[in-house]
């Protein structure tokens, strides 16, 4: 499997050792930011007062690097002024298809879902209700990279196909800890809720995180031309 948009290689050595030293810590050390979600109610509220420009701006000036983009029914126009937006901004643009049980796409859909974007993002609920036959046309059919999100419970349906980078779910307390090092096993990023363990991120030390969703906090500051 192989994982793009690496930090750097760090010995794995290096990373067993410091693991129990970082964790749960008030070490200096932090995590890596990777990526952010951005909800269809996100980019509506953003596009309607001319504002995508700026809540890009935001998200590469907190260091991340990719944006994941729900635009389930969101108008043609729009989805291209968004992506103009994080190109503009040294963002990678990748489209998340939420929810497709729901909708019964087939692959050829899914594809055409992702037809503005810079890579396509496949998460808990495509493993969930597509078979393993599926990922792997997928595999075959898409040439973009491909971002696989999963639940920790997963991890064995993203061994036969190609995951460009995969991202782990850790989204509650509970679980957090063998969460985290699940996705040390599997070489995956971490990622975080806001509601919940947004607030360790500054304990994963040389690990890379995504956080779901954008903070909502970042939508009420002013609304700029983009």
């Known amino acids: 499997m192989g994982i793009i948009l690496r930090e750097g290689i760090i010995p794995r050595i290096l990373k067993v050792a410091t693991c129990g030293a970082i964790f749960w810590s008030g070490s200096a050390l932090r995590g890596v930011p990777n990526g952010t979600w951005l909800s269809e109610p996100q980019i509506r509220f953003y596009s309607s007062q001319h504002a995508l420009g700026r809540v890009m701006k935001d998200i590469h000036k907190q260091r991340y690097k990719v944006v994941f983009l729900d635009f389930r029914g969101v108008p043609d126009e729009v989805q291209q002024r968004v992506i103009m937006a994080a190109r503009k901004q040294r963002l990678i643009p990748v489209v998340w298809v939420q929810t497709p049980q729901y909708r019964s796409l087939t692959l050829a859909e899914l594809i055409h879902e992702a037809r503005h974007g810079d890579g396509i993002q496949i998460d808990d609920h495509f493993f969930a209700h597509y078979s ?85 906090g970042h939508r009420t500051r002013g609304a700029r031309s983009e």
Do not use: H, M
């Not at 999963?150 to 349906?157: E, G, R, T, V, W």
């Not at 975080?192 to 947004?198: C, E």
């Open 132 to 216: 393993q036959e599926e990922f792997q046309s997928l595999d075959l059919l898409y040439k973009k990279p491909i971002f696989c999100s999963i639940q920790p419970f997963q991890a064995a349906l993203v061994a036969s196909g190609r995951c460009n980078q995969l991202d782990v779910q850790c989204y509650t307390t509970q679980n957090f800890r063998s969460c985290v090092a699940l996705a040390d096993r599997l070489n995956a990023v971490v990622s975080l809720s806001v509601r919940d363990t947004f607030r360790y991120r500054e304990q994963l030390g040389w690990r890379r995180f995504n956080v779901f969703l954008w903070p909502d």
